[in-house]
């Protein structure tokens, strides 16, 4: 095996682990929203706590939101962030080609 084989595989093995290994030492771990954390933090150390208000979308649909939907308007900001992020770093890379491009043609016209 070629060196470059053996380091796939190590690091295939140590991916897979890092995998693993949490899945295996959490497997009876309650998770929770933040926003339900917050509250029973401020209940517990507070007493009684009571919102400031209510989401607008909740309002405006009578009720809470399905948990699908929320992870499908979770999904679009985070779709949302992700382009802005990816616009402006094209456009960061190809401002760099241009200034590059721009260098050496003001260096041949010399």
């Given amino acids: 095996m070629t060196k470059n084989t053996k380091t796939v595989i190590l690091l ?22 933040s926003d339900d954390a917050g ?25 809470e939101l399905p948990g699908e939907i ?7 900001q985070t779709g949302i962030g992700v382009g802005v992020i990816a616009f402006f770093m094209g456009r960061f890379v190809e401002r760099k080609k241009w200034m590059e491009k721009q260098g050496e043609e003001d260096a041949s016209d010399r």
């Fill in 39 to 63: 509250s029973v933090m401020v209940e517990e150390i507070h007493g009684e706590y009571e919102p400031w208000f209510t989401p607008v979308l909740e309002q405006a649909l009578g009720g």
């Fill in 70 to 76: 929320e992870s499908l308007v979770f999904c679009i």
């Fill in 12 to 33: 295939l093995i140590i991916a897979a682990l890092i995998a693993v290994i949490p899945v295996a030492a959490l497997r009876d771990a309650e998770f929770g929203g």
